[in-house]
């Protein structure tokens, strides 16, 4: 590799690539081209950096200046003010990446950033992830090195056992447990797999590890390899994530020619092979045993446990199985100790968790806390807070399998834990915040929604149970909630926990049952008052025009998609409720404010 | 197939081309780019400084380009910076003299006194 005096970063990870990044590097080199300095300044398209929000990103080292939503125009001036002339193009910067001086700050000081703590995503928007010595240059694959040639099997086991790790999937079950489960079942041939079917809505941590940092996912799999004594492993990773597979798929052929895959890696005498198997998108294949079943060939639907894949996995033989994030951690913790992650963290969770932040949050995007940090640090400090001042009203952790947390449970730590302690769950870490505008029962309807789709059929209460608790909550937004249906949900969803056969109908109930908990009054008014307060419900809206405001100008009959309004010129209008689809259409053009939603 | 040897390889070697997006500590060289650096030749000093680090595989050091210094009849100017030491002023600089500033100051840390300022300022 060559010197260049700067480094031009470009975020390659699914949020800014859609918004345009591989057009940005295209501008780069053509740029560097005609300015004939493309020998002097690499340009580089790493993993995700986290702030999707402001993307595409662009960092340009050594001064590390933060470029936010950068288009190809954008480019041009880069290019010939910043790296032709060497000033920073200060117009273009991340706000709060400057000092009020207009320095600029390093990455860690800027406030999104401030208090994350980068552990499985401490390569992604550092390096090229299509480039495997970049991942060998900040101690890639030492890990297996040493854990090959300085570590027993059984050192590597209780390594991760001591550091207390515990799975990011969802359950938080030890990981050094699950290892050791493995690796103490009886048979010669064993697998090691690895779950990136990540399915909540909402949710891309996995995909942005997998897109920033392949290799990561790929040696942790071939220590697992070596723990358990395994010599074959498969990634089952969603089609939906071309990127990810792309990466996956160039990272796996990259180590293969490496040696750090395949036969007698790195002159141990170890035997370790990778394959992707492409998962068609089913919800219920992020369940272990649907995933497995998958991998095989059959169609994707859980089974009873015991026996657990560790005893009798993949082909009926011991699998171990963990999700992305966890695997991502791993390197690390075998080269650190297992002490190191000890100091991270709570008391009984440790390390960091990568949180996919969405909803009405200012910073949408992807944040690494350590175990402990509150959700009001994450929302207020790191995320920025709720766009237009509006108020916090929950959010929702864990997706369709997790719960709203309220207000007051703002500055309780997140951990494993807690979150179940307050109806929650950390599931794989999607986390959507909401604000008085949306309706809680609305949120309990739409998560429902989606798994009743995703719902596998296999057994009754879940497949029956959720459909008949997501009649009722239509009933009670479309108005016609009768006095005792919160009741119902509360048994039906009781019910469906205890019944059901996989995670997804054990936890399905659980939005329904926690926006019962947290704002019960808000199921009350929609059933009693037929009453909205978020104005979400479209049955329980009404849009009136206010008479004496109503200057008679017609725009607003003009935009009606239903000829609803009707009136005489410079006479007040009439919205005819029996027409109206409560589009809000001409709440939105009324230049008087006289139209009013209630 | 790589050894444990030819990964360490790799990594020293990659580490040293990639650590500038990490590294905020190491030596700083600066060349003023102003249109006085420019005409005056900055840009053939700029990439000289470059193969020449290149070439020697010099760690831990970043080259930057900054505007007008002020002196522009000194130009090209080429500005060290060692963390936590003066800055060395290099002035009327040329590729050739790059070389030497590149052997004797940033490899083996002793500033070459007759091409600095101070030793310009001397003359006239």
Request: charged letters at 25%; glycine letters at 12%; aromatic letters at 6%.
């Amino acid at each position: 590799m060559y010197f260049y005096r700067s480094h031009v970063l470009v975020c390659g990870g699914t949020g800014c690539h859609s918004s345009g990044s591989a057009d940005i590097i295209e501008q780069f080199n053509a740029e560097l081209k005609k300015q004939g300095i493309e020998k002097e300044i690499l340009v580089v398209q790493t993993g995700c950096f986290g702030l999707c929000e402001v993307g595409p990103i662009v960092i340009v080292y050594p001064e590390g200046a933060f470029y936010s939503r950068v288009t190809t125009d954008d480019v041009v001036e880069i290019v010939s003010e910043h790296l032709v002339k060497g000033r920073t193009v200060k117009h273009l910067l991340y706000h709060d990446s400057i000092t009020e001086e207009h320095d600029i700050k390093s990455l860690d000081e800027v406030p999104f950033y401030q208090k994350q703590k980068r552990l499985a995503l401490r390569n992604c928007g550092v390096i090229n992830p299509e480039d495997i010595d970049e991942y060998i240059a900040f101690n890639g694959y030492k890990a297996l090195g040493k854990a090959l040639t300085e570590m027993t099997p059984g050192e590597v086991i209780s390594t991760i056992k001591e550091s207390g790790l515990r799975g990011r999937g969802g359950a938080g079950f030890s990981v050094g447990l699950k290892w050791e489960f493995t690796s103490k079942a009886e048979g010669q041939k064993k697998f090691v797999a690895c779950n990136a079917d990540e399915g909540d809505p909402g949710a891309f941590m996995d995909r942005s590890i997998l897109e920033g940092a392949p290799h990561a996912v790929i040696e942790a799999m071939t220590i697992a390899g070596y723990a358990v004594g395994a010599d074959q492993g498969y990634i089952y990773v969603r089609a939906e994530y071309p990127i990810a597979v792309q990466r996956l798929t160039m990272a796996i052929g990259q180590a293969r020619e490496y040696g750090l895959l395949g036969n007698n890696i790195l002159e141990t005498g170890f035997d370790f092979d990778l394959e992707l198997r492409l998962g068609a998108g089913a919800f219920v294949c992020g369940e272990e045993t649907a995933l497995l079943a998958s991998i095989e060939g059959y169609r994707g639907e859980p089974r009873p446990r015991p026996p657990f894949p560790a005893v009798k996995g993949l082909f009926e033989k011991p699998t171990l199985l963990n999700n992305v994030e966890t695997y991502a951690n791993i390197p690390q913790i075998i080269l650190k100790g297992s002490g190191w992650l000890q100091e991270i963290g709570t008391d009984k969770s440790k390390g960091t968790k990568v949180f996919a932040l969405g909803g009405k949050i200012n910073n949408t995007g992807l944040v690494e806390v350590p175990m402990g940090t509150t959700l009001r640090e994450i929302i207020y400090d790191i995320g920025g807070g709720i766009p237009k001042g509006k108020a916090f009203k929950a959010a929702q952790t864990g997706g369709p399998s997790g719960g709203c947390i309220p207000v007051e449970h703002l500055d309780t730590p997140i951990d494993y834990d807690s979150l179940a302690a307050i109806g929650s769950m950390m599931g794989s870490g999607g986390l959507i915040v909401m604000d008085e505008d949306n309706c809680m029962v609305d949120i309990a309807r739409f998560f429902l929604e989606f798994t009743v789709e995703e719902s596998c059929g296999k057994c009754p209460p879940c497949r029956i149970g959720t459909k008949r608790m997501l009649e009722l909550l239509n009933k009670i937004t479309e108005g016609k909630g009768e006095e005792g249906d919160i009741e119902k949900l509360e048994e039906l969803g009781e019910g469906i926990k205890i019944a059901s056969l996989c995670g997804l109908g054990q936890t399905a109930p659980n939005p329904v049952l926690s926006t019962i908990k947290y704002f019960r009054e808000e199921y009350e008014e929609h059933i009693r008052d037929k009453k909205c307060r978020a104005g979400v419900c479209d049955a329980l809206l009404q849009y009136t025009i206010i008479e004496d405001k109503c200057k008679g100008c017609s725009l607003c009959t003009r935009v009606c998609p239903v000829d609803a309004i009707s009136g005489q010129k410079k006479q007040p209008y009439n919205i005819d409720q029996s027409i109206c689809i409560k589009c809000g259409a001409c709440l939105e053009k009324c230049p008087f404010g006289a139209i009013v939603k209630g | 197939m790589k050894t444990l040897k030819e990964l360490e390889e790799i990594r020293q070697r990659t580490l040293e081309a990639i650590n500038l997006r990490k590294d905020r500590n190491g030596i700083r060289v600066v060349v003023g780019m102003a249109t006085c650096g420019i005409a005056a030749g900055a840009r053939n000093v700029l990439t000289g400084l470059i193969d020449q680090i290149r070439d020697r595989r010099i760690q831990h050091i970043t080259v930057a380009q900054t505007g007008c210094i002020g002196v522009c009849r000194y130009e090209p100017m080429v500005e060290v910076y060692y963390p936590g030491e003066e800055k060395v002023t290099y002035v009327n600089m040329t590729p050739e003299k790059v070389e030497r500033v590149v052997t004797e100051h940033l490899v083996n840390g002793s500033p070459v006194t007759e091409y600095t300022i101070g030793a310009a300022e001397k003359i006239h």
